[in-house]
């Protein structure tokens, strides 16, 4: 068997994990888990394996994304019955004892969990928590649909449920976009039931009401730092560079993070006036993919592999370098807005496959923005600084968050185009 760090995302795989398997010796295993059973077979036997995984007394990592909602709900109900965690569908990241699972990136050990309903929004906070010298003790991962009405949080309240009896656990940050009212409503009351000093991210959230002891936020940096704060750090967040308006054009991006993409499209909607996009989040519009992409657009490649079957973007990310060049056709664009990916079972070198495809956009229109960034650590296999140099020769701009780099892409486009 592949190291648990090297497991693909969407692949004909069911793994069951045990205490110390992928470990050395000795090493522990979270609290209560008595065994993972990490499912990526294709969505329509996905609910099986899950069910049977359940029958033998483990818990369930689902991989696979394509699940229908009818049999999430009864997994995630069935899981609550017998005490056992539903992570996903469409779990594609976690951190369990220092083991990465998915694509994971390489960060510190510390006394803050991750709780987060995708992947890239797991990702990007474990890597500030490193940065902010806290540090992470779990990163886990509840599904896309986890805070809808159907579902109302199920996995994410048995998860922090079970943090609450974590000794090596301090505090949580919880990461969510695509909720609803009732869903986020119920995953905010167990975050405050848990009894851990908590902050939490509602991806383009305005005004939602926050329980006693839970700071809530719209965007991932700022409850990141709530959380550090929380913790004893004194997390900074770089300003994005101060600009006036460049141009009257338009802002695209191109993401491989779903939420990533959700939190771009969040904040630039409340900056630029109309966002389309296919995760749209805050006042950003729904994008049909039947539509044809015109103004300011975030779109989600990620979303794109998890439904209609093509290679994902983190793992592949020559779809993104194509598309590059295709967009820089459209001479209504102005800003190219871009996130990388990096960790274990990303792949190894994102930005020398981005890189080139920027640098003849760039040749090719001199006057075209280009804002990137690049959610990773020094310890991960594609090293950060060399990541962000390989984009920075080709002539992009590189923001220290997900969140500055959308506020950076904001600021080079006038308003209400």
Known sequence: MRGVDELPRDDDVVVELHPGAGADPGAGHAPGVE????????????????????????????????VPLADEVDLKARGASAGRLVLGPGSTSAIIDGIGIGVSNAVAPGRVAVVATSGSGAQEATVLLDRFGVGVSRCLVTGPRDLTDEVRAMSTAAVLARLADDPATDGVVLVAEGFSGRGAEAALAALAACDLAGSA???????IPAPDG??????????VAAAARRAGARPVIPAAEPTGWVSAGH????????ALCAEAAALLAARLGRVVSNTPAGAAEHLDPQDVVRGHACLDLHAESTWHGTPDPVEHPERRAELIAETVGDQTVAVLLLDVILGRGAHPDPAGVLAPAL????????????????????????????QEEQLTRAGARVAPTSAQAARLAASLVRPGR
């Open 35 to 66: 065994g993972l059973t990490v499912i990526g077979v294709p969505g329509p036997f996905a609910a099986l394996e899950a069910h049977r995984a359940i029958s033998a007394g483990s818990d369930v990592m689902l991989l696979t994304g394509d």
């Open 201 to 207: 991210c509602l991806i383009g959230a305005d005004g």
């Open 251 to 258: 802002v695209r991006g191109i993401f491989s993070g779903s």
């Open 359 to 386: 640098a003849s956009a760039l040749q090719a229109r001199p006057s075209l923005q280009v804002v990137t960034h690049v959610c990773g650590t020094e310890a991960d296999p594609q090293v950060l600084s060399r």
């Open 214 to 223: 839970v700071e809530v936020h719209g965007v991932i940096d700022q409850a």
